[in-house]
């Protein structure tokens, strides 16, 4: 059997790296005034540069990514996805680029200073998501449950009904509601810490061998740019905030 190319070799050869992403994830991958920007164009640019290489972008909906990568239309994705036990036995995942634990969003009024005061009133989140799952399980742990837990199709719902007083609190991923918050600070605000379960957004590559100098050479430079201050300005510049992540996630907690 013929010995499979390297994946690090071919990029470089090429010039170039395809790199498959969605472009419905603000802040990370988002369309603005009908261009492609976020955290992770901008991380990609860094990685470009740093290997001399070009960043083609191959962009599709967010359940042809991980499928895409699987059939070798794109070196890498950008995403980002949840480092989750069951998605290492499938991928390749880089280090850590952002926390993807869950949080709460509240209005810049509302008198919620710490997760537990929701008790007693109404909050919410999108239906059928992780993030619901969690605050559901979260608000059954306090002495006086929610009032109520709406469901709603989309998270630009429940940030609208948060924005009209219909609901105190959304739970959603930190950086996701670290960046609403950035974008209307006299409308909404971050409660920290976290309640749900620690968790970290990482870029996914595939697992096979010859892919794990392509990935090695990835982690090499998102290491480098947390060491230099790179990664924190840009988290600071996307998410309003900066995050405490380890250099790589072994063992993920969900």
Excluded at 95 to 110: D, G, N, Q, Y
Aim: glycine share 8%.
């Amino acid at each position: 059997m013929a010995q499979a190319e390297d994946a690090l070799e071919r990029v470089m050869a090429a010039g170039v790296m395809k790199v498959g992403t969605e472009t419905a994830f603000a802040p990370f991958d988002y369309i603005d005034a009908g261009k492609h920007t976020g955290f992770n164009t901008e991380i990609y640019a860094e990685i470009g540069k740093e290997m001399g290489v070009e960043i083609e972008w191959i962009t599709l909906d967010w359940t042809g990514v991980l499928p895409g990568l699987e059939a070798g239309r794109f070196d890498v994705v950008a995403g980002p996805a949840t480092i989750t036990k069951a998605r290492m036995e499938r991928y390749r995942f880089s280090s850590p680029i952002a926390e993807a634990t869950v949080a709460v969003l509240t209005c810049a009024s509302c008198d919620i200073e710490a997760p537990e005061d929701i008790a007693g009133k109404p909050i919410g989140s999108a239906t059928g998501t992780a993030q619901l799952a969690q605050f559901q399980e979260f608000a059954a742990t306090l002495d006086t449950p929610p009032t109520d837990i709406k469901e709603y199709v989309s998270f630009n719902e429940a940030y609208a009904d948060l924005a009209a007083g219909r609901i105190v609190a959304v739970a959603n991923s930190l950086p996701n509601i670290a960046f609403v918050a950035s974008q209307r600070p006299n409308v909404f605000k971050v409660v920290k810490p976290a309640f749900g379960t620690p968790t970290y957004f990482g870029f996914p590559g595939r697992i096979e061998p010859e892919y794990a100098s392509l990935m090695d050479k990835i982690d090499e430079i998102l290491l480098a740019m947390k060491a230099d201050g790179r990664m924190e300005a840009l988290q600071e510049k996307w998410f309003g905030t900066t995050f405490d992540l380890p250099d790589y996630v072994t063992e993920p907690n969900i």
